[in-house]
């Protein structure tokens, strides 16, 4: 596997250069000055590849060219927003960059509670917190029919928590879910959020599943022609949150997306968090069936609870089975040797990672994105490959 590594562009206080002391060779990133719906140049998308290639390293996936909300309604300028999606497609592939992650999640992107949950040890890490969700949107955002989303347990630990919170954790609360995280694709007021869940919900399920396929429709004989692997990005987290659709959170929902729309093109990013924060998604099972259509992978772990909380844990001690998600993906790098593709190789990135040592407290350090974390996880990954491979050599 490609070991690759997000950036966030000249802005990342996390330079090339100590990427590629980290030992990634590929780097995951996007044209993030680039307003969502704007068409990518060519000229923008050479310019930042070829500042990648000085330090020594290769753009291997964009991640991503963000869908504008048109598109995903089907309202307002979705067509001329399609249109342009295509140019930045033709752009990336004509730049010779063959992978492009993208996410249909609506309104909010990758979703969490709190940035800064303490560890044993210590170090912070990402949660989603089912109780804190529910206490943000019954009483703070008072979204209506928010009490039919939730248990009468959630319901009761809500109230409770709700009013012991102060001011400031309302206010970090609500930043945290609604003003944008990393990489996300903007954020949100209260009354915007608010408007734009309402839009989703009137929409419904099948409408937007719909949506998803019709887009996919038009977009998927570009990817091919301009030598594009598209790959999907489950739901984060891979349920309902506001009482929105979700259309990209389980194995069934991926069968429905490349049933409807059968191309090598139309492909998915394994993300081992999203699909895993869930305990009736199967990873090894996810990752042999759908082999084939993986063009890239976010390894991360998390730690479940019952109610549909968790906390992103260390890359190999959580819920997930790591080893046995890797294994099933050099199995199949294998299988595509054999045929000869020449996309054999499948991009991975430690997805997230904990905040340690001197940099708690830093400004600057993008929540889930710390330089020592993430280094942390890849070096833990790398010795799971390295150990697999070996492992297989010797069994030849």
């Not at 290639?53 to 504008?68: D, F, K, T």
């Not at 996300?184 to 599943?209: C, H, K």
């Not at 389980?250 to 490349?258: E, G, L, P």
């Amino acid at each position: 596997m490609q070991e690759t590594w997000r950036w966030f562009g000249p802005n990342d206080p996390i330079s090339l250069e100590k990427i590629r002391q980290a030992g990634a060779t590929g780097i995951v990133t996007s044209l993030h000055h680039i307003p969502t719906g704007q068409a990518w140049t060519e000229a923008e998308v050479t310019k930042r590849k070829q500042e990648i290639e000085r330090a020594g390293l290769q753009w291997a996936v964009v991640e991503s060219i963000p869908l504008h909300n048109d598109i995903k309604l089907r309202t307002g300028n979705y067509i001329a927003q399609i249109e342009n999606y295509k140019q930045s497609i033709r752009a990336v592939g004509a730049a010779g960059v063959h992978t492009v992650c993208y996410n249909f999640m609506p309104v909010v992107d990758w979703t969490r509670t709190n940035l800064s949950y303490r560890l044993a040890n210590n170090a912070q890490a990402l949660r989603f917190e089912m109780t804190d969700f529910a206490a943000y949107d019954i009483h703070i955002l008072q979204r209506p029919g928010a009490l039919q989303s939730y248990s009468p347990e959630v319901i009761a630990r809500a109230e409770e928590r709700f009013a012991a919170m102060s001011e400031e954790e309302k206010a970090l609360l609500e930043k945290n879910i609604i003003a944008g995280l990393p990489g996300g694709e903007g954020s949100y007021d209260r009354e915007g959020v608010r408007a734009a869940i309402e839009a989703f919900i009137q929409l419904g399920e099948e409408r937007f599943r719909e949506n998803l396929i019709l887009f996919l429709e038009e977009v998927i004989p570009v990817a091919e022609e301009a030598g594009i692997n598209m790959c999907i990005h489950p739901d984060d987290p891979p349920f309902s949150l506001f009482g929105l659709p979700r259309v990209v959170s389980t194995a069934d929902d991926a069968r429905i997306i490349f049933k409807r729309v059968p191309s090598p093109n139309n492909g998915l990013t394994l993300c081992a968090g999203s699909f895993g924060a869930r305990g009736d998604n199967d990873l090894v099972a996810i990752a042999r069936e759908f082999g084939p259509q993986v063009h890239f992978v976010h390894l991360r772990n998390v730690k479940r609870e019952a109610d549909g909380s968790f906390y992103e844990s260390d890359h190999l001690d959580g819920d997930n089975d790591m080893v046995g998600l890797m294994s099933a993906l050099l199995d199949e790098e294998n299988r595509r040797k054999r045929e000869g593709r020449s996309d054999w190789q499948i991009p991975m990135r430690p997805d997230h990672g904990h905040l340690l040592a001197d940099e708690i407290g830093q400004p600057g350090v993008n929540p889930g994105y710390s330089y020592l974390g993430r280094l942390k996880g890849l070096a833990e990954l790398r010795g799971v490959l390295v150990a697999l491979e070996t492992i297989r050599n010797r069994n030849i």
